[in-house]
Each structure stands twice: as C-alpha cells, then as structure tokens.
C-alpha cells in the first residue's frame, strides 16, 4: 500500500490531482451547492456537469495534441481547423432545403471531419515530406484556416436552425450531455490505440530520438501523418460541437484560442515538450483544470479578463511542483525528516 502511495505522490499526475481539488474546494468555499446535481426533466444539471460539457472541445482537442507533442511536434492549427468544420456544416445546412432532416446533419458532419483529415494530410505533409518545423508548419494553416472559414461564411456569422445538429452541442443522451459522451469516446479510443501498443511504442520512439527510429526501420513519416491526421479529427469534432452549442459559424471566434488552452492541459497533465513518454490520463486531469479554473474565475466574481493571467499562474505552479529540482528538495526533506525521527526514537 505504501509502495502505490509512493509511486502516485511521485508520479507527475499528482500535482494537477492536488490542483484540481484546491479548485474544487474554493468553488465549495464560494458556492456551497457546487457538488449538487440536480435531476430534471430525466436530465443532470449541476456545476460539475457543466465542467464536464464545457470542458469536453478543449479535451477533446488536448487529446489529439498530446499524441503530437509526444512527437517532438506542435498543432498551432486546431482553432482554425475547428472554425473550418463549424463553417462547412452549417454551409452544407444552409444550403440545403431541409436543415433539420437527420440525413442532411449527417453528411454535414462526415463533409466536415473529411476536411479535418484533409487539415491533417497537409500539415502531416509539410511536417513529414517537406520537413519544416512543426510549430512552423502548423502556424501556416492556423493563419490561413480563419481566412478560409471566413471565404466559406462569406465573413459572415451564419446561423441555422436544426434540431438534430444542435444536439451535439446542448444535448442529452441518458441524461448525460452529448458532448461528455463524445469526449468519453474519443479519449478511450485514443487509449486503446496507444496504451502499450505498436502505434503508442512508435510515437514514443519517433519523439525520443528520430534518427535511432529511423535506424531502426521505424517509418517515422507515417506516424507523424497519422497523429497529425488524429489531431485534426479532434479539432473538427470539436469545432461541430462548439459551433453547434450556439447554432453559428463563427469564423473569428469559433475555437479561438483552444490551441492554446490544449497546450496547457497538455503541459500541467506532465506531457514533456520534449516528446517521448506522454499521459492522456493526465490530459485528462490537465483539461478539467483549466476548466474548472474558468468557472471558478466566473464563480468568485473576478472578471473574465484575467483568466489568461490565471491559467498562465497555474502552468507555473503545476510546472515548478513537477520539476526535477522541486522533486529533489521535497525527497531531501523528508530524508531529513526520516533521520530527525529516528533520532528522536533512538534518544528515547
């Protein structure tokens, strides 16, 4: 038993775990009904279930994110990959003479996820094939996507009215919301593709050291196209569900600033920058962070405006608790600790 508390309180998933709760008790603190769930209408409603449907694009995206950044790599894309899918589908739902058929949502939504594969072939082709940088590579997409969703709305917001579209973004399957159990979907997926498989030893080894994969006879291009491909599936996903939440494509504020809130989950999960060995548990924990950091800033009253300046704040705690220099001085302590005790018990 000591052995596993050891190894969790060691483990680089323990400080977002610690951070998290610290979250979650201001918010009791500030609002004492914040573990209430309420039961209406054969739905759940409460605050913890909108962490979970609010939260879900960002972890839907943080997942697809950390595959690309146990790579050695980076997506600056996927806000503009999201804007790009919610254009799409609601264009396909305007220009049809019936939005709310289920049919006409249908292939709305499978056009989409076909761009966002397009999305990825290209930035897998110029990460892969051509071999410039990622951050590089992605950026190009991230600048031209919004000016692409713009062509595609006409720089307008266009708005649409359908039932079954809107059910991704506001609905309920068994009383969960919709998003939660297309989030829920997509991370086992991505765990069971990865988790001690041939696809997850080759992600690791291609971030590890490319060359000795290389060596090795590991088709390195072939991973990158594909996490890349997986990234930009997540972020269409998400851009349906953003933009079916409020039934508009948005092509300058649909999944602004997502990459960035993905990064960070990624980064307080304990995904190093550096590739290598990654954790879509702690992505996991990483996304309702930052989510439950953004509704505890609403919660207490602060203004949204320094919820960056928070979220920034967090990165650094998270961070300085997980680095190896914070790790040496708490092992330290409690050596000293230990030999304080056992000369207090050797003196008695």
């Not at 709305?153 to 068994?174: A, C, D, M, N, Y």
């Not at 879509?280 to 919660?299: D, E, N, S």
């Not at 914070?326 to 000369?343: D, E, P, V």
Request: glycine share 10%; net charge positive; with cysteine.
């Amino acid at each position: 038993m000591k052995t596993v508390l050891a190894r969790f309180v060691s483990s680089r998933i323990f400080w977002p775990i610690v951070m998290l709760a610290v979250l979650f008790a201001i918010n009791v603190v500030a609002f004492p009904g914040f573990f209430s769930i309420s039961f209406r209408d054969g739905n759940l409603y409460g605050s913890l279930i909108d962490i979970l449907r609010n939260g879900a694009p960002t972890l839907i995206v943080a997942i697809g994110m950390t595959v690309v950044i146990a790579t050695r790599g980076i997506d600056l894309s996927v806000g503009a990959v999201a804007a790009i899918s919610g254009a799409v589908a609601c264009s396909i739902l305007l220009g049809s003479p019936n939005p709310g058929d289920p049919a006409t949502v249908i292939v709305a939504i499978l056009v989409a996820l076909v761009i966002g594969v397009g999305c990825g072939l290209w930035n897998g082709l110029l990460v892969a094939v051509i071999g410039i940088q990622p951050i590089i590579a992605t950026l190009i997409l991230m600048t031209a996507g919004r000016g692409i969703a713009m062509l595609l709305t006409e720089g307008q917001i266009l708005t649409v009215t359908s039932p079954p579209f809107k059910v991704l973004g506001t609905g309920f399957w068994f009383g969960v919301p919709v998003a939660i159990f297309i989030a829920a979907f997509i991370f086992i997926i991505a765990a069971l593709m990865t988790r001690r498989t041939a696809l997850g030893l080759l992600i690791e080894s291609v971030g590890i050291n490319p060359e000795a994969s290389r060596q090795a006879g590991v088709r390195a291009r072939g991973v990158l196209f594909a996490v890349y491909i997986f990234t930009a599936v997540c972020a269409a996903v998400a851009g349906l569900i953003l933009t079916a939440n409020t039934m508009a494509a948005d092509a300058n504020n649909t999944g602004l600033f997502i990459e960035l809130d993905a990064i960070l989950a990624v980064v307080i999960g304990g995904t190093s920058l550096a590739g290598g060995r990654y954790s879509l548990a702690g992505t996991l924990v990483g996304a309702l962070v930052i989510q439950t950091l953004v509704t505890t800033v609403y919660t207490v009253g602060i203004s949204p405006v320094a919820t960056m300046v928070f979220k920034a704040a967090v990165v650094i705690i998270v961070c300085l608790l997980q680095s190896p220099t914070t790790n040496q001085a708490f092992a330290g302590f409690r050596r000293r600790l230990a030999l304080r005790s056992g000369k207090g018990v050797a003196a008695a």
